[in-house]
């Protein structure tokens, strides 16, 4: 069993601490593992190209143009069974270097697009899409803040779970956090994590979740989006549309079960979103091949162009 752990932070610091402790409960629990700082690795942000749908649209595998590091650390993290990333929090939520992460891997490594991804191939006799996108994993997301100016880091990270279905174990900020090291009771806690995250990975499709209850039953998300009538509720992580209620003077996030079948994190929702899109696309398609599209595009393209530093102005 392999452990993998990456750390966002700064060189030495709180992350790269609260990481290898994770790594050291891992550890006595008998697994292999590994640590990297993605500090460390050249990691370019997703262009939103879309070479890789088309590439798995058509049944050719859903490879990525980039060249960086990032192939790299996609092997490891596949090739994991499970992974403890730590990271900071930014301006309330997740650091941009996870939102780079969360994009490169984003709709290329979404189950449901693979799995559509491995039909066509097979229909055509093409190449399929790594077999290791579809394993069950199980995951662990500790994040370090400063004081408690948070509120988007939990969503931010378990979107990047979500897209592969992996079993999420723990989903944690560790607010006011300065020296971490020297606080005995979160270091308690990220090597039981790090212990816990071994045990799931040994069969992650029954993991246990131990961490924030939140608000929604069914991912846990406390981020949602509100009407102004109060009268509807869309979490912000799974999609679920509801409505709250306060029961027994406790606030509660319900919904009826039909929709487990439209959310982002179901493989149900999984293909009916690949269908929408399919659709879309299609539509896009035709809509392209049109003087009229033709004439409004060039509109934009004689407007005005981009500035750069290369240009000197």
Not at 90 to 106: P, Q, S, W, Y
Request: with cysteine; hydrophobic share 35%.
């Amino acid at each position: 069993m392999k452990i993998l752990g990456i750390s966002g932070g700064t060189p030495n610091g709180n992350n790269d601490a609260i990481c290898k402790e994770a790594l050291m409960g891992a550890a006595e629990c008998g697994a292999e593992v590994e640590f990297i700082r993605l500090l460390d690795l050249d990691l370019k942000h997703c262009t939103g190209c879309a070479a890789c749908m088309r590439s798995l649209n058509a049944g050719q595998g859903g490879g990525c143009p980039i060249q960086d590091d990032f192939e790299w650390l996609r092997d490891k993290i596949l090739d994991a069974d499970g992974v403890v990333f730590s990271m900071p929090v930014f301006e309330k939520g997740a650091a941009g270097v996870f939102h780079t992460i969360l994009d490169r891997f984003g709709p290329r490594h979404d189950r449901g697009t693979n799995l559509t991804g491995k039909r066509i191939a097979e229909e055509r006799g093409g190449t399929p899409p790594d077999p290791r996108v579809l394993k069950d994993k199980a995951v662990a997301f500790l994040g370090m803040g400063g004081t408690d100016y948070t509120s988007r880091f939990q969503c931010d990270c378990a979107m990047l779970a979500s897209h592969l279905m992996w079993s999420v174990v723990e989903n944690r900020v560790y607010q006011w956090t300065k020296l971490f090291a020297m606080e005995d009771e979160k270091v308690a806690h990220a090597h039981e994590t790090g212990v816990r995250l071994a045990k799931a990975a040994a069969d992650p499709t029954h993991g246990t979740y131990y961490g924030d209850p939140g608000m929604c039953p069914h991912c846990h998300s406390r981020n949602f989006y509100l009407n102004d009538a109060a009268d509807k509720a869309i979490c912000c992580l799974c999609g679920i549309e509801g409505r709250l209620e306060i029961q027994n003077g406790r606030l509660r996030f319900l919904f009826d079960k039909e929709q487990l079948e439209r959310a982002s994190d179901t493989l149900e929702g999984k293909l009916r979103h690949a269908e929408d899109i399919k659709h879309n696309q299609a539509v896009r398609r035709e809509q392209m091949k049109t003087e009229a599209f033709r004439q409004r595009q060039q509109r934009y393209l004689t407007f005005i162009h981009p500035t750069t530093p290369a240009s000197g102005r």
